[in-house]
């Protein structure tokens, strides 16, 4: 795997939605290191304009969907998954892709991922806070190519998604029985784990993101 800078690629636009919530500045740094001209912004004209958008967040769904709400970005998050462009969902912000969850039954997702976030079976340690080994149900998704069969992944989270399309899941993991933690639906994916704090496999997950993000900017020209 490489996670040195993609050369070979042009430069990319990535808007890292920034609507309030947690340390934002570490998925954008990851994506700076790799190649991408990464910015967070709150600007709709400027996320609609990116080659790429990347939704991340940490702590609660509905806290995380209340400010993206309060911060008048929603429409900004669906209209960046529905025009095609690479679009990436980070922890919370893979969760507050789905329909619901479990943690905050009376707040809604956004949908873009049909499904519910459920807990962690009962019978081990919430939150899984520790590196975690993934099974790929996708290997020749073009985000984990390169990774291994096993990769190695840095998680922080009590719930796990549960699509409606099982065939949506990429990757799983083992903890209290088997997690999806991974998934893609057309141009988007989404991630439970920490990509921008697992180190090699982390940093070329979001390499295989940059060049994704390069291409469509050619295409667009």
């Known amino acids: 795997m490489t996670t040195a800078p993609a050369a070979d690629v042009a ?6 939605i920034d609507y309030g919530i947690g340390n934002l500045r570490s998925a954008e740094k990851a994506l700076q290191h790799m190649g991408a001209d990464a910015r967070l912004s709150s600007d709709p004209s400027f996320i609609a304009d990116a080659d790429a958008v990347v939704l991340p967040g940490v702590g609660a769904f509905g806290a995380c969907m209340t400010s993206l709400r309060t911060c008048d970005l929603e429409g ?6 529905a025009s095609g462009r690479p679009f990436l969902g980070i922890c919370v912000g893979m969760q507050m892709m789905f329909d619901g969850s479990e943690e905050n039954p009376a707040a809604t997702g956004l949908g873009i991922l049909p499904g519910i976030i459920e807990w962690i079976p009962a019978g081990v340690k919430r939150p899984q806070m520790q590196w975690n080994q993934l099974q ?14 096993h990769p190695w992944m840095y998680f922080v989270h009590s719930l796990h998604g549960v699509p409606a399309d099982p065939e949506s899941v990429v990757a799983t993991c ?13 141009n988007v994916f989404a991630t439970q784990f920490h990509p921008e704090k697992s180190g090699p496999s982390g940093l070329a997950l979001l390499g295989n993101f940059v060049r994704a993000a390069s291409r469509a900017a050619a295409l667009a020209r």
């Open 174 to 186: 083992d903890y209290g029985g088997t997690l999806n933690v991974a998934f893609r639906r057309e």
């Open 11 to 16: 430069r990319p636009v990535i808007a890292v």
């Open 136 to 149: 790929l149900q996708q290997p020749d998704d073009p985000m984990v190519a390169g990774l291994g069969a």
């Open 76 to 81: 900004a998050a669906h209209a960046a998954a």
